[in-house]
């Protein structure tokens, strides 16, 4: 059993900078890929940001693509999600995930541990 606790968020300005961080007491993250997803207000469905395979790949939503940067730090056990530029369309709950499979994938049923949220709110 994995468990996944984000941190970092809080409340910034548009242009502004943040870093998200996904980490675990249980399980290693390296033995998983990795996704980020968020879920803005308004949406009944939860959005692809970002991922990361066990082989490095990485792959973003094409709203983020640029801007996030998703990377792992096997020392620390953690998942980060590097977030520049913000926009006020960035603003939601931003999710860890974690699948037990090498690959990635866009697709929230796909993933198997999820965390419990960590709320990123941008203002114009």
């Known amino acids: 059993q994995v468990q996944l606790v984000e941190s970092g968020g809080g409340l910034v300005q548009a242009g502004a900078s943040l870093t998200i961080v996904c980490e675990t007491s249980?399980?290693?993250?390296?033995?998983?890929?990795m996704g980020w997803f968020r879920r803005t207000p308004g949406a009944n469905e939860r959005e692809f940001v970002a991922s990361l395979n066990t082989f490095g790949t990485t792959n973003y939503g094409s709203s983020v693509k640029g801007r996030f940067t998703i990377s792992k730090d096997s020392a620390e056990n953690t998942l980060h999600l590097q977030m520049n530029s913000l926009k006020s369309e960035d603003t939601g709950v931003y999710y860890c995930?974690?699948?037990?499979?090498?690959?990635?994938?866009?697709?929230?049923?796909?993933?198997?541990?999820w965390g419990q949220g960590t709320q990123v709110t941008v203002s114009s």
């Open positions: 995930a974690a699948r037990g499979a090498p690959y990635s994938s866009t697709r929230p049923p796909d993933y198997d541990y």
């Open positions: 249980q399980g290693t993250l390296s033995d998983y890929a």
